[in-house]
């Protein structure tokens, strides 16, 4: 097995050890103190400049997490919708054909984008250094795992595909349609079992935020990982993971 083939199949574990290393955040706690959140420190920088006071900018980064939490849990629902369940986070690589339905005919890669905007969301409950590391290293995954599947599907697919690349964004949205529609049905009810923990996480934010309180939030957050872990025990391989 080719190393790219092997970070695939195990890139959900590699995810949750990013995440833990984020929290944890060892450069901050070499400092001997209980290191502060992202949202704390960023609401200090920007209070900082005189614009905006404390509170304000507390509510503003709060506010930014929120939305693409959001975006995260709506974009990544979308696109888990026109997959076969197994395929959204299976251990093997999927060629058997080019899905463009749903936010793939506006974007090549909707699920992994979703999990950036999710990365993004989540870090501000890490102390700074964590939440650097674990957006740097995330993206570095992402771009791993794209170049993998992508080299996989050329391979597979051919001139089918290499025509998708070249009319389809790789990260960023286009404004319209590039491809027509095809004739996958989406199934809303799979995607959102399998998104449990992305929509746990806009729940829990919308709910919690007020408290100014990131360990209730963080914990919010596990507890909603917790819920879809289960709902995949019980329910086996018809509910992708959440992340």
Same mark, same amino acid.
């Given at each position: 097995?080719?190393?790219?083939?092997?970070?695939?199949?195990?890139?959900?574990?590699?995810?949750?050890?990013?995440?833990?290393?984020?929290?944890?955040?060892?450069?901050?706690?070499?400092?001997?103190?209980?290191?502060?959140?992202?949202?704390?420190?960023?609401?200090?920088?920007?209070?900082?400049?005189?614009?905006?006071?404390?509170?304000?900018?507390?509510?503003?980064?709060?506010?930014? *997490? &929120? @939305? =693409?939490?959001?975006?995260? $849990? %709506?974009?990544?629902?979308? +696109?888990?919708?026109? /997959?076969?369940?197994?395929?959204?986070?299976?251990?093997?690589?999927?060629?058997?054909?080019?899905?463009?339905?749903?936010?793939?005919?506006?974007?090549?890669?909707?699920?992994?984008?979703?999990?950036?905007?999710?990365?993004?969301?989540? *870090? &501000? @409950? =890490?102390?700074?250094?964590? $939440? %650097?590391?674990?957006?740097? +290293?995330?993206?570095? /995954?992402?771009?791993?795992?794209?170049?993998?599947?992508?080299?996989?599907?050329?391979?597979?697919?051919?001139?089918?595909?290499?025509?998708?690349?070249?009319?389809?964004?790789?990260?960023?949205?286009?404004?319209?349609?590039?491809?027509? *529609?095809?004739?996958?049905?989406?199934?809303?009810?799979?995607?959102?079992?399998?998104?449990?923990?992305?929509?746990?996480?806009?729940?829990?934010?919308?709910?919690?935020?007020?408290?100014?309180?990131?360990?209730?939030?963080?914990?919010?957050?596990?507890?909603?990982?917790?819920?879809?872990?289960?709902?995949?025990?019980?329910?086996?391989?018809?509910?992708?993971?959440?992340?």
């Amino acid at each position: 097995m080719r190393p790219s083939e092997w970070l695939f199949r195990y890139r959900r574990s590699a995810l949750i050890l990013i995440f833990v290393c984020g929290f944890w955040a060892p450069l901050d706690r070499l400092q001997g103190a209980h290191p502060a959140s992202t949202w704390l420190w960023l609401s200090g920088v920007l209070a900082s400049q005189g614009t905006l006071s404390m509170a304000t900018s507390t509510v503003l980064v709060m506010g930014l *997490a &929120i @939305l =693409m939490a959001l975006l995260a $849990a %709506l974009l990544r629902t979308w +696109a888990a919708a026109y /997959l076969r369940s197994p395929a959204v986070q299976d251990s093997e690589l999927h060629a058997e054909r080019v899905v463009a339905d749903g936010p793939y005919r506006y974007v090549r890669n909707p699920l992994y984008v979703g999990l950036w905007l999710y990365t993004l969301a989540v *870090a &501000i @409950l =890490m102390p700074p250094s964590g $939440a %650097l590391f674990v957006v740097i +290293a995330v993206t570095v /995954l992402i771009l791993l795992l794209i170049r993998t599947e992508e080299r996989n599907l050329a391979t597979e697919r051919g001139e089918a595909y290499a025509a998708y690349v070249l009319i389809v964004p790789r990260f960023f949205p286009a404004t319209s349609p590039r491809v027509p *529609a095809g004739a996958n049905q989406a199934r809303w009810m799979q995607a959102f079992m399998g998104e449990v923990h992305t929509w746990g996480v806009v729940v829990t934010y919308l709910a919690f935020a007020d408290r100014y309180n990131a360990t209730i939030l963080i914990q919010g957050v596990l507890i909603s990982l917790g819920i879809s872990m289960m709902l995949r025990a019980f329910l086996g391989p018809s509910v992708p993971d959440a992340v």
